[in-house]
């Protein structure tokens, strides 16, 4: 049985500390660059048009270091499998765990993943098959390489039989990564282009 983590296979997953304290950064960081410029800006009498680029600078910033913490998440709560008989499975842990409201739900949720995370590598590991609530891959429809990773189309098949197409973004830094991103150019149409 062959594991693919973003941690790897014996170490701790970080999924809630870089949840938690990414948003915590980040809402500190944006507020922190608008209390700094509002004082300059009373300070220097500046225009209200430079006002309005700060706000876009600060918000584009914000989005950016976002959308980078929210693929790193995604990439430590996505894990793949390979049982003995060559069938790959996917399993979102984000997926498994309920959505909660609130700050603090959202802490809750984001200890709760970390956790599903590390129950999943001990199970798959100990008991050498596929967790009940992973997806098998059936095919890949589309992988298109990215600088960062690769976009995904897929044909999965889940625990109760139903088939469906599922999208995924891989980002690199898996353990052992060029040989997932083999398995999944097997199970492709053959005109990927990716090169390790």
Avoid at 79 to 98: M, S
């Amino acid at each position: 049985m062959q594991i693919w983590t973003a941690s790897g296979r014996e170490k701790k997953n970080h999924y809630a500390a870089v949840s938690i304290f990414g948003i915590v950064g980040i809402t500190a960081l944006a507020m922190g660059f608008c209390i700094v410029f509002s004082i300059l800006l009373l300070l220097f009498d500046w225009s209200a048009w430079t006002g309005l680029l700060f706000c876009i600078a600060d918000t584009a910033l914000a989005v950016w270091l976002a959308v980078r913490v929210g693929r790193r998440a995604r990439k430590d709560s996505l894990l793949f499998c390979l049982d003995d008989e060559g069938r790959l499975f996917a399993v979102d842990a984000g997926q498994i765990v309920p959505c909660q409201g609130g700050l603090l739900g959202y802490g809750q949720m984001a200890l709760e993943i970390q956790s599903e995370i590390e129950r999943l590598k001990r199970q798959i590991t100990e008991q050498r098959q596929a967790p009940a609530r992973g997806e098998m891959i059936l095919s890949v429809e589309k992988m298109r390489e990215k600088e960062n990773g690769c976009r995904l189309v897929c044909r999965v098949r889940n625990l109760e039989g139903r088939e469906y197409r599922r999208r995924w973004f891989v980002a690199r830094g898996y353990e052992n990564e060029a040989e997932l991103f083999w398995q999944l150019q097997c199970r492709g149409p053959g005109r990927s282009s990716l090169r390790f």
